[in-house]
């Protein structure tokens, strides 16, 4: 492993080198990569992840320029994983990086999540993050919820069988949700978010102890807070009054 290319990480305690063989070691899926997606991506390949599977069936809009920072103007049309697996294999050539042109359902996520060890949220809709936890907590494994609207977001750890999953506090199981152009979105809140949710992926691969708090941020006023999300024995993914 070229150590060189990643000092400024590995100068940081938390990390160290031996982090960073855990980091080589990992395999994450980015379901989704718009805005949040692609900035995860970005960062997780820069940081020298060994395998990354990209998964998203849109095209590039000229809609989607302002905030993910993976498109240009001249990829207007073009399929966004296709565009996105260049550039990531541009910026990091030791990284495995494989592209799924598929959107992510409860009939194929759990194809998708076993590609890798944990799973990072970039999509925008209440159903594919359902179909997400469910098949994350059967698989047993981890993954980062991310969600942003306007000028605040949320970032949440969910590790089966240790934190609380994303149905224990009641957030819809189904739903479309509303896309950023309608309900709006300003570009450092992504980033914000997505910055957040790869501090918490780091803390997974490296098997840092994480609470599995919900984040929750607000980038214009600005306020950041961590809210405590207690496993709730009720939840109908989770709950230990049933399966588990
Ligand atoms: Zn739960």
Redesign the pocket.
């Known amino acids: 492993m070229d150590f060189d290319r990643y000092l400024s990480q590995v100068a940081v305690p938390e990390v160290f080198p031996s982090g960073q063989k855990a980091i080589k070691s990992s395999s994450v899926v980015v379901v989704g990569v718009g805005g949040t997606g692609s900035t995860m991506a970005e960062m997780m390949v820069r940081m020298g992840v060994g395998r990354i599977t990209i998964v998203d069936d849109d095209i590039v809009e000229s809609s989607n320029l302002n905030r993910q920072a993976m498109y240009r103007e001249s990829d207007i049309g073009l399929k966004k994983v296709d565009v996105a697996k260049s550039e990531l294999l541009k910026i990091n050539s030791d990284v495995e990086v494989e592209a799924l042109d598929e959107r992510l359902t409860i009939y194929n996520a759990e194809d998708i999540i076993s590609y890798g060890k944990l799973t990072l949220d970039g999509t925008d809709n209440y159903s594919a993050r359902g179909a997400i ?1 469910e098949s994350s ?1 059967r698989l047993k494994k981890p993954w980062v919820f991310t969600a942003v609207e306007g000028t605040f977001g949320y970032a949440k750890a969910i590790i089966p069988g240790k934190t ?5 506090f009641g957030y819809p199981q189904k739903g479309e949700g509303v896309s950023c152009t309608i309900q709006g979105v300003i570009p450092s809140a992504v980033r914000a978010v997505s910055s957040l949710a790869i501090t918490l992926a780091m803390k997974i691969l490296l098997g840092k102890e994480e609470s599995g708090d919900l984040i929750y941020l607000d980038v214009w006023k600005p306020m950041l807070e961590t809210l405590p999300i207690p ?2 024995d009720d ?5 230990r009054k049933g399966a588990d």
């Open positions: 936890n907590f609380s999953c994303l149905s224990c496993r709730n939840c109908t993914v989770c709950g």
